[in-house]
């Protein structure tokens, strides 16, 4: 894949969401329904690998451009999750003064609101692809309850959940 | 953000706590990675762009590195049936972290009739239309932002 598209595609996938797995529907629809770099199940293992390690959220962008344009492609992929930050900057000098603004705060709440919409547009098939059973199906409740109700860092949950499908092959 | 607002505002004094609420304010509205931008906002009340650079830097740098070695370690074990129902393990409690996602997303913005309309329409509408009609992101992302700014009565009293 062209490396600067690749940073290109990468980089509008993270300017225009505003939290982590915010910006997942863009990168599905870039890389798995247009141009068919990757699968679901390569997505799906990229956001497994960008939640397993420490660090920011948004980390699986770097696995996908990895997965997607290698070391190169890796490097890139950091670049496009860094550089969206740096706007807070001038945000800063600017916003600092209309953060108040109830307009300016209503428009930034039905930005978030359609980003929620198109994550969980996005969130059907790759949890369609990520069931396997009624054990992955446990597995998926259990990890939204945790995440949703509990503080436990999600890396422990990840150790969990891969515990739990090591469990499963002393059932089989 | 709770370490670090100890360790710079309470212990070294580095910046004002006004100055560290603004930077958590703003890197919610700024695109991205709210922890990232958060991280170049102290920096840059600090030590200016390279403080920005070194911050962003150091947070994601090494865990960038770590995570691509993971990736490459889901690679080297797709034959390998120990590893694979680990894996799979991890899949499914992603998909649970992404539903989780969707709820926290979601929460602050539910509560009296017309946020609930606004909820409704707004991400009910995003999501029909992107997983029904297979509109792209990007115009949905800018309706919502302008029925937003048009429709500014779901402000929570």
Not at chain 1, 98 to 119: F, T
Request: charged letters at 10%.
């Amino acid at each position: 894949m062209n490396l600067l598209l690749l940073y290109l595609l990468l980089l509008k996938a993270s300017v225009t969401s505003f939290s982590g797995l915010g910006s997942l529907p863009m990168v599905r629809n870039d890389f798995v329904v247009e141009r068919q770099v990757l699968t679901d199940h390569q997505l799906n293992m990229a956001v497994v690998a960008g939640r397993t390690g420490p660090g920011p959220n948004g980390l699986y962008l770097v696995c996908v451009a990895y997965a997607a344009g290698g070391f190169p492609g890796a490097v890139l992929g950091f670049l496009a999750l860094v550089t969206p930050a740096f706007l807070v900057i001038p945000l800063m000098r600017w916003l600092g003064k209309r953060a108040d603004i109830p307009r300016v705060r209503s428009a930034i709440r039905g930005l978030l609101l359609a980003s929620a919409g198109l994550l969980l547009s996005s969130s059907v098939p790759l949890t369609l692809d990520a069931f396997t059973g009624i054990f992955s199906a446990v597995l998926m409740t259990a990890s939204f309850a945790v995440l949703t109700f509990t503080r436990i860092d999600s890396a422990w949950l990840m150790l969990g959940a891969a515990a739990a499908g090591l469990a499963t092959l002393m059932f089989h | 953000m709770g370490m670090l607002g100890r360790e710079l505002v309470d212990t070294r004094r580095w910046i004002s706590s006004e100055k560290f609420d603004l930077a958590f304010a703003l890197a919610r509205v700024t695109p991205g990675t709210n922890i990232i931008a958060f991280c170049a906002a102290i920096g840059a009340l600090i030590c200016g762009l390279t403080g920005a650079v070194a911050a962003v830097v150091a947070l994601t740098a090494p865990s960038a590195v770590l995570a691509v070695l993971i990736v490459q370690g889901f690679e080297s074990w797709q034959g390998n049936r120990i590893a694979m129902a680990a894996i799979a393990g991890t899949v499914a409690a992603v998909a649970g972290m992404m539903w989780s996602t969707i709820w926290t997303i979601l929460r602050p913005h539910v509560g009296g009739l017309t946020r609930n309309l606004q909820v409704v329409l707004i991400a009910g509408g995003g999501f029909l239309a992107s997983w029904k009609f297979h509109v792209t992101p990007l115009p949905i992302i800018a309706a919502g932002t302008l029925i937003g700014f048009l429709w500014k009565d779901g402000e929570r009293p």
